[in-house]
């Protein structure tokens, strides 16, 4: 089974169609062994990769939140970053 990287989503080139590939082949590999009843240690693997992604969302957030200003000389500009 191809195993995705503990920070697959920020690794190699931040292209966000390459990304959602990635994982949806990665999906779509995980749903064969749920079709079989084989949950161990997919579904592990599976909650890891979520609580990463969400824990990395929240980091993200709040970051913005204390530091929300660009730094390109427009005070009332906010910083911008797309998950």
């Known amino acids: 089974m191809k195993q995705l990287s503990e920070t697959w989503f920020a690794e190699g ?3 966000f169609e390459l990304k959602k590939y990635t994982l949806l082949a990665y999906l779509q590999e995980i749903s ?4 079989e009843s ?5 579904l592990a693997d599976l909650i890891f990769h979520y609580n990463n992604i969400v824990a ?10 204390h530091f929300p200003k660009k730094t390109d ?8 970053v797309a998950l």
């Open 13 to 15: 080139y931040i292209d």
């Open 73 to 80: 000389g427009d005070p009332d500009r906010k910083a911008t």
């Open 38 to 42: 084989k949950l161990y240690p997919q």
């Open 56 to 65: 990395f969302r929240e980091n993200k957030k709040y970051l913005q939140e």
């Open 32 to 35: 064969k062994y749920f079709n």
